[in-house]
């Protein structure tokens, strides 16, 4: 029985998905001609993530809300438990958002096309001078209001088990002068796992702690690891609190 409800579920999500990409990833390319800050096309974006959870029956509760600053730019630091973490501070950040993403994602028909249309920035890492481009475009988005999620592991988690961070993060915010803003995400990792296409649909809560300002005069070569090092403890500490 468990079986085929997951089945029902897999199959409804990318039906979903496919038919929410197509619609709003076209209008998204359509406001693009009116608005090319991207604003409009990155809040089409955002409802396309908050409509996939909705339609598939996954709950998101965010608390913290107080801790994100409307008027100026921050990064979010979030752990990183799976791709659905994506839609989930999509759809519920209520900031305008410029993420940073690899290269092959804005290939894919549709999501690609309106993550251009949005701003969002490509980054290729297998290359030295395109990975230091993207970093410059993300100050640049950054210095001009618009904030931007960083997944400091660099990688989704096997188990939930949150790994180092590495120092990109913090270097954005010394350049860019922005806060940090520690996001914990609870919960995505148990709806679709690392290296799989099941969907298995549950509650997902994400935590908006205090942010972090970065001081640029103590800071060596541009970043201060015990400021990313509180930050995760920050973040481990609420995610063994919910997870």
Not at 71 to 99: E, K, M, T
Not at 167 to 192: C, D, E, F, Q, Y
Request: aromatic share 10%; net charge positive.
């Amino acid at each position: 029985m468990q079986f085929f409800i997951t089945f029902i579920d897999t199959v409804k999500f990318w039906i979903v998905i496919t038919l929410l990409s197509i619609i709003l990833g076209t209008c998204a390319l359509l406001v693009a001609l009116f608005d090319p800050s991207g604003n409009l096309s990155h809040r089409i974006s955002s409802l396309w993530a908050r409509s996939l959870c909705r339609f598939n029956g996954i709950q998101v509760k965010i608390t913290g809300l107080e801790n994100i600053a409307q008027d100026h730019a921050q990064i979010f630091v979030a752990n990183h438990q799976s791709f659905f973490d994506i839609f989930a501070l999509s759809g519920y950040l209520p900031v305008q958002l410029r993420w940073v993403a690899k290269a092959s994602l804005f290939k894919i028909p549709f999501v690609g096309w309106s993550m251009k249309a949005a701003g969002y920035i490509s980054v290729d890492r297998s290359n030295k001078r395109k990975a230091y481009q993207s970093f410059v475009a993300t100050v640049e988005k950054l210095k001009q209001g618009c904030s931007v999620v960083i997944f400091p592991e660099g990688t989704r988690s096997e188990d939930g088990t949150i790994g180092p961070f590495k120092k990109g993060s913090n270097l954005l915010a010394v350049r860019a002068n922005a806060p940090m803003v520690p996001v914990t995400i609870v919960g995505t990792g148990n709806i679709i796992k690392k290296s799989s296409l099941v969907i298995n649909p549950g509650p997902v809560r994400i935590i908006i702690s205090p942010p972090v300002h970065t001081n640029a005069a103590t800071a060596k070569g541009g970043a201060d690891e015990n400021v990313l090092d509180d930050i995760r403890q920050t973040i481990c500490q609420n995610y063994e609190e919910q997870a």
